[in-house]
């Protein structure tokens, strides 16, 4: 009676174990498992794939930094910059040949996001711009705004001018990251309208909504720049493309708050295309001709 007694306490004793150890087991399990799976779903849930697969980092930030918080070693290159960009006539004047200043089309010295804005331009380039021509850096888009937007003279790229305006577009870059693709950069390739420009429907746009600050020729005033003649940009320019032209309006026209339909800047962009303006002469060849070539299997 006795000893079967102690066999049976024994079994019991035995499964009591074997079942705290198993727990035990399992409860260790738990915790490593959700120790390495909760920050690997943070992670996961933190980047984007895209539509080949690849890991996108994130979205970028619009976040441009303040100019005098730049380090101290770039501060004053960074405040050179800047003062090109809103004062193009006193600190650039050999290179420039009409009224503009760079921060007529980049708005806040390019620092702003309603406009064709600049930050994060550092992360963008050097970049291709066409794969069978050319490759640019932000030095030979740069001369090309210089000859074609401020109808002028493209600064070498050992200028201090074009060093300052490399150091100020990286400054304002900063935290944008590397290929990320800003979505605020550049402007859409057009309206995505069918209509077909109205000339003199554009005339009277004109006269209604832009003469009162660009003025009444379109020569520009004290308040706005010229839009056409001597004193604006030439008509090898990105602003003479009529979508171009267009989209800007459409997007920061009036500046004091964008009123038009679509059809409207497409209009009164037609209407200023067709006005006489400066032509575009080439003072240094801004296509760099490809001379090595891969063959296709080897850029796949
Ligand atoms: C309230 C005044 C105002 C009105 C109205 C206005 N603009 Fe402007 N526009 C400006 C100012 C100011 C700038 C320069 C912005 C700067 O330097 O920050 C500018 C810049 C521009 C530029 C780029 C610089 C240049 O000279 O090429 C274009 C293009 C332009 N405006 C087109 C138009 C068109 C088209 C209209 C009419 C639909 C229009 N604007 C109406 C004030 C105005
Ligand atoms: C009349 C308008 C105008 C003026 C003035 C102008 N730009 Fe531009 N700029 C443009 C346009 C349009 C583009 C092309 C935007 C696009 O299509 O992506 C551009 C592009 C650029 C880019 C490349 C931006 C990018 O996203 O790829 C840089 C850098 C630049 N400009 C610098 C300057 C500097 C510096 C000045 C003054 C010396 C200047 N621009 C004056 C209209 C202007």
Sequence with gaps: MCSTGVTMNNKKLYFSLTLIVLLLAFGAWLAIFFQWTVPQARIATSVTSNSSGHVAALEPLFNPP???????????QVM??????????????????????CTNCHFEGGRSKDTLSLVGVGAKYPAYRNRREYTADLALRTQGCFERSMNGKAPAP?????????????????????????????VPHDLGIDSKADVAAGKKIYADVCSRCHGDDGHGTLIAPALWGD???????????????????WRFMPKSGPILTKEQALNVAAYAHEQPRPKYMATHPNKIKRVIKLPVEAIK
């Design 66 to 76: 303040a100019l005098e918080d730049a380090p101290k070693s770039i501060r004053e």
């Design 231 to 249: 004193k604006s940009f030439n008509d090898g320019a990105g602003m003479h493309r009529l979508r171009t032209f267009s989209v800007f309006t």
């Design 158 to 186: 050992n200028s201090q001018i074009m060093q300052s305006l490399l150091v100020y577009y990286q400054w304002i870059s900063k935290g944008v990251p590397i290929y990320s693709n800003p979505p605020w950069l550049g």
């Design 80 to 101: 050179i910059g800047y003062k090109i960009m809103t004062e193009t006539q006193k600190y650039a004047s050999e290179y420039v040949g009409n009224d503009l200043a």
